[in-house]
């Protein structure tokens, strides 16, 4: 049992080490300027354009749920009104980011590590190395800017559907005064909260480009290789959103607060 534990961390340890140096060359790709902007916009149509529909579905219904909820607890104590803008400070802060981070991970990382993994396997992008074509500048720079420039937009689409949507059901069922719904969202709701929700989604984007690369570049061989590395993105991007979200919460909080 011992060993199989020190197994465990040394290739835990390995991996880290492994993504660190990834983390290099694609840091030595961007002072260089490599960047071909033909992939750079396919990308940002796949990551962005085609994720708007999971993530516009899931915001409407976070919103939904979340002001039915707070309604339904908030008029035990009779503050009704104040139902819409616990929904706003939730969807611009965390919920907004975090779960459109998790949606664009189980779609865009998924496919990420499936892509590059499959071309690892069929030996691309050995083939892109005999061509002196960098595989870093090639197809992970173009995914990884695609991903934090789509990410900010897909957040902040999430946060308005899930407001929007919030405030229908506040209004429309829950009978809730659409003055007071309204003017208590905007006084509780600050512009740093939307400030930090976005803060937020370029790091997601920034773990799930990499995650999802890093996976694909050093999956194992053969189809069950494949399947194992497009799993561990979608599981390792998911946990790293979580925690990071945890720090990045205090720390963005702490910051304001000093500002």
């Given at each position: 049992?011992?060993?199989?534990?020190?197994?465990?961390?040394?290739e835990?340890?390995?991996?880290?080490?492994q993504l660190?140096l990834?983390?290099?060359e694609?840091?030595?790709?961007?002072r260089k300027?490599?960047l071909?902007?033909r992939?750079?916009?396919?990308?940002?149509?796949f990551i962005?354009?085609k994720s708007?529909?999971?993530v516009?579905?899931?915001?409407?219904?976070?919103?939904?749920?979340?002001?039915?909820?707070?309604?339904y607890?908030?008029?035990?104590?009779?503050m009704?009104?104040?139902?819409l803008?616990?929904?706003a400070?939730s969807?611009c802060?965390?919920?907004?980011?975090?779960?459109?981070a998790?949606?664009?991970?189980?779609?865009?990382?998924?496919s990420?590590?499936?892509e590059?993994?499959?071309?690892?396997?069929?030996?691309?992008?050995?083939?892109?190395?005999?061509?002196s074509?960098h595989?870093?500048?090639?197809l992970?720079i173009?995914?990884?800017?695609?991903?934090?420039?789509a990410m900010?937009l897909?957040?902040s689409?999430?946060i308005?559907?899930?407001?929007?949507?919030?405030y229908i059901?506040?209004?429309?069922?829950?009978?809730?005064?659409p003055?007071y719904?309204?003017?208590?969202?905007?006084?509780?709701t600050q512009?740093?909260e939307l400030?930090?929700?976005?803060?937020?989604?370029?790091v997601?984007?920034?773990?799930i480009a990499?995650?999802?690369c890093?996976?694909?570049?050093n999956?194992?061989?053969?189809?069950?290789?494949?399947?194992?590395?497009?799993t561990?993105?979608v599981?390792?991007a998911s946990?790293?959103i979580?925690?990071?979200?945890?720090?990045?919460t205090?720390?963005l909080t702490?910051?304001?607060?000093?500002?």
């Amino acid at each position: 049992m011992s060993w199989r534990c020190v197994e465990r961390a040394n290739e835990s340890l390995l991996g880290l080490g492994q993504l660190a140096l990834l983390c290099r060359e694609v840091w030595r790709s961007l002072r260089k300027g490599r960047l071909s902007w033909r992939d750079f916009i396919y990308q940002l149509h796949f990551i962005g354009v085609k994720s708007q529909s999971v993530v516009l579905i899931t915001g409407a219904f976070t919103g939904m749920v979340l002001c039915a909820q707070t309604y339904y607890q908030f008029h035990k104590v009779k503050m009704d009104s104040a139902s819409l803008a616990v929904v706003a400070v939730s969807m611009c802060s965390e919920l907004g980011p975090v779960l459109t981070a998790l949606m664009v991970a189980g779609r865009v990382g998924a496919s990420m590590a499936a892509e590059l993994g499959t071309m690892k396997v069929t030996e691309q992008i050995d083939a892109l190395r005999t061509l002196s074509t960098h595989p870093i500048d090639y197809l992970v720079i173009p995914r990884l800017l695609a991903t934090i420039v789509a990410m900010p937009l897909l957040t902040s689409e999430a946060i308005a559907v899930g407001i929007g949507s919030g405030y229908i059901v506040g209004i429309g069922l829950l009978g809730l005064d659409p003055t007071y719904a309204w003017a208590n969202m905007l006084r509780y709701t600050q512009l740093s909260e939307l400030g930090m929700g976005i803060a937020k989604s370029l790091v997601f984007g920034s773990i799930i480009a990499l995650i999802g690369c890093f996976k694909g570049l050093n999956c194992g061989m053969g189809a069950e290789g494949v399947g194992h590395a497009t799993t561990e993105a979608v599981v390792y991007a998911s946990i790293s959103i979580l925690m990071t979200n945890f720090f990045l919460t205090l720390f963005l909080t702490r910051l304001v607060q000093m500002l």
